[in-house]
């Protein structure tokens, strides 16, 4: 059987995805990148052809079939074949749970599925580099973490456990964009305050890192705080973390350029690193987990403190990518997954 991985969803995460997926198709050894645009949109024509441009193919149900027709996509086919003929789905919709339900556990079960974020309870945390050994698991299905998840994890993981260091508490206030650059509503006139709906950690943010980290044993304490800001540009995280013992400024510094998933950053203004990733990123998203500030850092006796940078459209995606390419190649993955190493920074 071909190798073939069908994205669900075009918005914000599903069309980088389907970008990143298609453009590296022959490195990553793929056979076909399909995806399932649901609704036909005049307004989404230039991405449906930008994404076909880039050699991904679009499917939708049967009775919008005639209407991507119309739109000048006499190529879509009906998606019931799609799932027949791909072994990784990649649910990118905040409706992965509902979908599970509806449609995919109907499917042959030996194949791959992948949901995003939003989708607590859709399968075992996987964040790309946190927690790779997950993918060994027997289980058909993974919640890709969403990019909160991700970058508090990477703090933890580069500041606290890589390092032997016993964390007694991480405290982090997430501070949200209102809504995606590519959105029009939800957006907030002012700094709009989360409940703190969780009596153990808070919010949901730090209740999914302890999550993941118990499913290797690791029972970490943890808590969060949210609130969302009147920007676009994207999620801001302030962490402070108590350990054990005392720790030094320099060695701090050291951990986050031994980081292989953190960038470091002089800027101090989300606009100067989304910018960044306008320009440098791919689809103008920076791919790695957290982008810390490192002038923020500050160290006093045994607690840490700082801020880092959530590229929220972004930090995800090699996850989704990393699961489809275990899926398929389970010996030399990691090798495969080097071709992104061209849009990981250092230092930025
Ligand atoms: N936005 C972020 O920064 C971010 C970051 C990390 C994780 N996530 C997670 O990614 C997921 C998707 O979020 P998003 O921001 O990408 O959403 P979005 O921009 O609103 O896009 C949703 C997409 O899903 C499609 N869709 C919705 N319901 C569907 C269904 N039942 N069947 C098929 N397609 C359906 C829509 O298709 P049509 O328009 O064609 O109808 C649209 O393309 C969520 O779980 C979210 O938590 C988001």
């Given at each position: 059987m ?69 739109l ?92 032997e ?82 720790v030094?400024?320099e ?6 350029d ?11 203004s ?11 990123g ?56 080097e ?10």
């Amino acid at each position: 059987m071909s190798k073939n991985v069908l994205v669900i969803g075009t918005g914000t995460i599903g069309e980088p995805l389907i970008g990143l997926l298609a453009d590296h198709k022959d490195s990553l050894g793929l056979d076909n990148v399909i995806f399932f645009k649901r609704t036909p949109l005049s307004d989404e024509r230039g991405k449906v052809e930008s994404l076909i441009r880039k050699g991904a193919k679009i499917v939708s149900t049967s009775d919008a079939l005639s209407e991507f027709h119309q739109l000048g996509f006499n190529e879509t086919s009906d998606v019931e074949q799609a799932y027949a003929d791909s072994d990784v789905i990649i649910d990118c919709t905040p409706s992965g749970n509902d979908n599970w339900d509806n449609v995919y556990s109907s499917l042959d079960q030996n194949k791959r599925f992948m949901a995003q974020g939003s989708e607590h309870g859709f399968g075992s945390f996987f964040a790309w580099g946190i927690n790779n050994e997950i993918l060994k698991e027997e289980s058909n299905k993974f919640l890709i973490a969403s990019c909160n998840t991700h970058n508090i994890a990477s703090i933890v993981k580069s500041f606290a456990l890589d390092e032997e260091r016993e964390l007694v508490e991480g405290k982090f206030v997430c501070l949200r964009r209102a809504n995606d650059v590519s959105q029009n509503d939800s957006f907030s006139p002012s700094p709009t305050i989360t409940k703190h709906s969780n009596q153990e950690f808070g919010t949901h943010h730090a209740r999914d890192v302890h999550e993941l980290f118990a499913q290797e044993g690791k029972k970490l304490n943890l808590f969060s705080s949210a609130i969302k800001l009147p920007t676009q540009y994207m999620h801001t995280l302030w962490f402070s973390l108590t350990f054990k013992d005392v720790v030094q400024h320099e060695e701090i510094m050291e951990n986050l350029d031994n980081s292989e998933f953190l960038m470091a950053t002089e800027k101090m203004s989300s606009n100067k690193v989304f910018s960044f990733g306008r320009d440098h990123g791919y689809h103008g998203r920076l791919l790695s987990h957290g982008v810390v500030a490192e002038q923020s850092l500050h160290v006093k006796e045994n607690t840490l403190t700082g801020y880092c940078f959530t590229p929220q459209d972004g930090n995800a995606l090699l996850s989704s990518v990393a699961g489809t390419v275990q899926h398929y190649y389970k010996d030399d993955w990691k090798e495969k997954m080097e071709i992104f190493n061209r849009y990981i920074f250092k230092n930025i």
